[in-house]
């Protein structure tokens, strides 16, 4: 049984490295897709929580030269 579950975590690794280092149009549009979702999303994040963002930040600032002074 152990062989059985290592023989398929490692064609499971073969696959991954084969569509991670696949050249072709596809797997570049996919990653290109994936991208623009990641920076989208993260617009809308910092745009929706930008003064929690900047709250925390300075939270954190102020801690950090008061331990330090």
């Known amino acids: 049984m152990l062989t059985t579950?290592?023989?398929?975590?490692?064609?499971?690794?073969?696959?991954?490295r084969n569509v991670l280092t696949n050249q072709s149009?596809?797997?570049m549009t996919?990653?290109?897709?994936v991208v623009?979702?990641?920076v989208v999303v993260g617009a809308?994040?910092?745009t929706l929580y930008q003064d929690?963002?900047?709250t925390?930040?300075?939270s954190i600032v102020t801690k950090i030269t008061g331990l330090l002074s």
Not at 30 to 33: D, T, V
């Open 56 to 58: 925390i930040w300075n």
């Open 30 to 33: 996919g990653w290109l897709i």
């Open 25 to 27: 149009g596809d797997q």
């Open 44 to 46: 809308v994040f910092m």
């Open 36 to 38: 623009l979702v990641v």
């Open 52 to 54: 929690s963002i900047t």
């Open 5 to 16: 579950v290592k023989s398929k975590l490692k064609m499971a690794g073969m696959k991954t």
